[in-house]
């Protein structure tokens, strides 16, 4: 049986109801049609990331409690989310570790690299697993030994942690983790440690739905990489500097805003034009395809199906692209083919999404919410739709 308490929008009419809100009013506070607000009620539309965060905010309640996050309740994801009361642990006595001897730098170095190769990987049941003793002994060693270096580690070490609280739906956690991480890359020295520590920090705003504080903060970001930019632009630089612009375009559009999201997706493809293929440092992902993979999502935001497809059309991604990048571009273009009611298109992207990353797929709230609102609008059996929908833990 179909667990229809999976609808964001069926829990989004039940808080409105409860705060003594008509849908009208509602509509009216979130800047969006009644007509729309009504369709994602009943379930026979996707609520876009920008509408959950709007709502959330108006209503005065987490993000999360949208969502439905943590989804605790399904088995196959027990052994993850297990190790979170570890990890808390570990980040409430950051500066307080114990007293056992860490390994050489350049054997944490060595750990490090597998903890970031498991995030590009989506692997959040082994990210999970191995990260709490590894931050108890990054913090020990930059204790021990204060070079930069160390401090360089457990940026990336962090930097894991927050993509992973903040992908099983620990929003508390993850905030808490963002401090952790500026904190950390202030002791490296380094801006390009600094320009991610700031956007990361802008998943909270995200989040929240203050959409304008975060691109205030991505604009100082900039700011503060400038001079870096202009005396060394190379491709660590502009990977870092254009994923600034990529969250800003996240940001604008959620925001409803087209004329800056069109002018920072300009300036990324400005920088994307610098280097030959997309690359990855510090843990982010920049180039012409990520670049796309935004532009795609920013059209879903701004309700333009048509040109989410046709940017879809020019993706062209390097082999070399982490899995959690190409996963997100499917869960996005499944977005847009929902947008178009192309139903059938939308189960395709979903199951190359499944295909590429599970672990990202099944843990997604859009992946859930466009699953529950295409299982609404199959009126005749589809038993591929079902098995993805039990997959998900959307079935009994």
């Known amino acids: 049986m179909f667990d229809d308490a999976a609808h964001v929008g069926r829990t989004i009419a039940a808080l409105r109801k409860a705060s003594g809100l008509t849908q009208l009013q509602l509509a009216n506070k979130v800047n969006v049609s009644l007509s729309l607000l009504q ?56 500066d307080l570790p114990d007293e056992v001897p860490a390994r050489t730098v350049a054997e944490l170095a060595r750990d490090v690299d597998g903890i970031a190769r498991l995030r590009r990987d989506a692997e959040y049941a082994k990210l999970a697993a191995r990260l709490p003793a590894l931050l108890e002994e990054l913090a020990r ?31 508390d956690l993850a905030e808490a983790v963002e401090h952790k991480l500026t904190w950390a890359a202030e002791q ?11 956007r990361t920090r802008c998943v909270s705003f995200q989040s929240a739905g203050d959409f304008a504080a975060g691109l205030r903060l991505m604009d100082t970001a900039r700011d503060e990489l400038d001079d870096e930019l202009r005396s060394r632009p190379a491709g660590d630089v502009i990977t870092v500097y254009g994923s600034l612009h990529l969250r800003s375009v996240t940001l604008a559009s959620r925001a409803g805003d087209s004329g800056t999201t069109r002018a920072h997706l300009d ?36 309700g333009d199906g048509p040109a989410a497809i046709e940017a879809a059309h020019r993706w062209r991604a390097p082999r070399s692209m982490p899995r959690t990048r190409r996963g997100h571009h499917h869960i996005d273009v499944a977005r847009a083919h929902l947008v178009n009611d192309d139903r059938d298109a939308a189960l395709r992207s ?22 529950a609102v295409l299982v609404t609008l199959h009126r005749r059996s589809n038993p591929e739709l079902t ?7 959307l079935t009994g």
């Open 188 to 198: 490296t020295g380094n801006p390009l440690a600094g320009a991610l520590a700031q």
């Open 350 to 371: 979903l199951l190359e999404a499944r295909r590429i990353a599970p672990q990202l797929t099944r843990l997604h709230p859009m992946v859930r919410e466009m699953t």
């Open 267 to 302: 300036a990324a493809r400005e920088l994307a034009d610098r280097i030959d293929q997309d690359q990855v440092h510090w843990g982010l992902t920049f180039g012409s395809a990520n670049s796309t993979t935004h532009e795609v999502a920013a059209h879903v935001e701004l």
């Open 39 to 94: 369709k994602v009620e009943v379930g026979d539309r996707a609520a876009t990331h920008g509408l959950m965060s709007a709502v959330a905010r108006v209503l005065r309640v987490p993000l999360e409690r949208l969502t439905g996050q943590p989804y605790t309740d399904d088995r196959k994801d027990e052994k993850t989310h297990r190790h979170i009361d570890a990890l808390r642990a570990v980040l409430r006595r950051y």
């Open 387 to 393: 098995n993805y929908a039990h997959w998900l833990g």
């Open 141 to 171: 060693a930059a204790r021990e030994s204060p070079g930069t270096d160390v401090w360089s580690l457990l940026v990336t070490a962090y930097h894991a942690t927050h993509t992973l609280v903040y992908r099983l739906g620990y929003g």
